[in-house]
């Protein structure tokens, strides 16, 4: 049996994606929101949202960041906004699939409506897991790009011991830096001890802020605020990895003259390609087994 899949706009990542989605027999790929790339995919369909048919898709792949709180996708490859709104969802079959990186109130709200199945593929521990590679590999490249110090014997300190948080810590104390690691949980403190890393219970934070040097968070809730930055050093450089709006309050960082950066997306930016592969697997084992 035929199955046709629409990939609904993303970034650099889905451009291995497709590649990979390719290989799937008897699939037929609908690109919406890709009019503005340069290289051109052999065979597929690239369509304008109203030009598809929602009850012929079996799958739906919509970017890493969702939609907004409206249903806007505002694609990277394509000029123009897609809508895509709770009708739409509606009009899907009820065997459809819908893969999103994460997934607001609006996108639920309107999947629960059509009563059909999403997968929050940021939600997985694999892909997260795997996916804190290349995020932790693009910290580094922005801890050397914007500081003057080398990362080796530096103080790092890295909020948050979820599936980031960990491996971000692993890879910095492997390159010599003196790692601490602030989390809530006792068993995460005490993993953290195990490491060979200094563990720092979260509401003493501010306590340790003193000889930092780069300060690292993982924690998608304000917990960097006036209280925990009063004390850092001014050379101080904070790389907030949490989702959009972070976790940082960037507006007192800028007061107090303390370079403040919101990474967004470094899968993407660092390696677009491995990232790529990492959300085709999943998605390829997830179309395999749904029987349409």
């Known amino acids: 049996m035929n199955r046709t899949i629409a990939i609904v706009g993303g970034d650099a990542r889905y451009l291995e994606l497709i590649r990979q989605l390719q290989a799937l027999t008897d699939t037929t790929l609908l690109l919406i929101g890709f009019d503005k790339l340069e290289q051109g995919f052999t065979g597929l369909k690239q369509l304008a949202i109203d030009e598809v048919t929602p009850n012929e898709l079996d799958a739906v792949i919509l970017p890493i960041t969702g939609t907004d709180s409206n249903g806007i996708v505002e694609p990277v490859f394509s000029e123009k906004k897609i809508h895509l709104s709770t009708n739409w969802f509606q009009q899907l079959k009820k065997s459809t699939i819908v893969f999103s990186g994460i997934a607001n109130a609006y996108l639920k709200n309107a999947i629960k409506k059509a009563n059909i199945k999403l ?12 996916n804190s590679i290349p ?10 790009e914007h500081t003057d110090f080398t990362i080796h ?5 890295v909020v948050g011991f979820g599936r980031v948080g960990h491996t971000v810590a692993n890879k910095f ?17 005490a993993r953290v001890t195990e490491m060979g890393l200094t563990a720092i219970p979260l509401d003493q934070l501010a306590l340790h802020m003193q ?9 998608p809730a304000p917990v960097i605020g006036k ?34 950066m919101l990474a967004r997306s470094l899968p993407s930016i660092v390696a677009p390609k491995t990232a790529g592969k990492i959300l085709a697997n999943v998605i390829k084992q997830e179309i395999i087994q749904n029987p349409y």
């Open 173 to 189: 104390s492997s390159l010599g830096a003196k790692v601490s690691v602030s989390a809530t949980h006792m068993k995460d403190l």
């Open 211 to 219: 000889a930092c040097d780069l300060l690292i968070n993982t924690i």
């Open 153 to 157: 014997s530096s103080c790092v300190v």
């Open 227 to 260: 209280e925990e930055m009063k004390h850092l050093p001014s050379h101080a450089v904070i790389i907030d990895l949490a989702s959009n709006p972070g976790g940082t309050d960037f507006t007192y960082a800028k007061q107090r003259g303390i370079k403040a």
């Open 135 to 144: 995020t932790a590999e693009g910290t580094i490249m922005m801890a050397i």
């Open 119 to 130: 997968v929050p593929l940021l939600d997985r521990d694999d892909v997260a897991i795997y």
